[in-house]
């Protein structure tokens, strides 16, 4: 059972466009989504976090959006860059709980 | 640099053979995960355990199985390997001296090759 949807699963965008990635969760108790970014080799690190009390949160280029009624959330990297090629994973938690579960992940490429 | 350390970083071996992962965790760190990465599941949590305790299980097959030492680095031992085992498997760790922030740190992964 997923429970964490993600979608696109790959994505290409002209640098300085802007790159939308969604998420969907099922599980309310979840109170926790953070963002995940992976560059090839590596371990994916934590681009950016949300909890529920607030509908955005943003930081540089980065920007979540949350609706806590639709159980979705998105991602949206702003003005792209080729450095922001990537795998991109949505994930949720319960806060307390650090089991976190991911969403299938977002190849994302940035074309000059 | 995450501060988590994964050995080895590539493994290949044969079908029915057992086989290792090692992970030290961040310094401090109590929590340790082990995920498994495919192309096509994503990122599926396997297990956590804090301070030496199994503290969640996910979808780990009863052929795996983890502990977590006194030192509080963690190994992952997969035995009967199957064609299908070949993944990523990534640890990560989390609640320095039980501190909450949500963030995981992961490692760089240990890539398995079943052949």
């Known amino acids: 059972q997923q429970q964490v949807k993600q979608s696109p699963q790959s994505l290409i965008v002209q640098k300085g466009g802007i790159s939308i990635i969604n998420c969907a969760y099922e599980?309310?108790?979840?109170?926790?989504f953070p963002w995940y970014q992976q560059f090839p080799g590596k371990g994916p690190a934590l681009l950016i976090a949300?909890?529920?009390?607030?509908s955005e949160k943003k930081e540089g280029r980065f920007t979540i959006s949350f609706n806590k009624s639709a159980k979705q959330f998105s991602l949206h990297i702003m003005d792209s860059q080729p450095g922001d090629s990537a795998t991109y994973f949505c994930?949720?938690?319960?806060?307390?709980?650090?089991?976190?579960?991911f969403g299938i992940g977002t190849k994302l490429q940035v074309i000059p | 640099d995450s501060g988590v350390t994964q050995t080895p970083k590539h493994l290949i071996t044969a079908t029915g053979q057992r086989v290792t992962l090692r992970c030290s965790p961040r310094?401090?760190?109590?929590?340790v995960y082990w995920y498994q990465q495919s192309l096509d599941q994503g990122l599926q949590f396997l297990i956590q355990y804090y301070n030496g305790e199994e503290r969640a299980k996910g979808n780990i097959l009863e052929r795996f199985s983890a502990q977590q030492f006194p030192d509080l680095h963690s190994e992952l031992n997969l035995s009967s390997l199957e064609l299908g085992d070949s993944a990523l498997y990534f640890c990560?760790?989390?609640?320095?001296?039980?501190?909450?922030?949500?963030?995981?740190?992961f490692g760089e992964g240990s890539r398995l090759t079943v052949l």
């Open positions: 599980n309310t108790a979840f109170d926790y």
């Open positions: 994930a949720a938690s319960i806060w307390g709980y650090q089991k976190v579960t």
């Open positions: 310094s401090g760190d109590l929590s």
């Open positions: 949300i909890r529920p009390d607030v």
């Open positions: 990560a760790s989390s609640e320095r001296s039980g501190s909450l922030t949500g963030e995981l740190f």
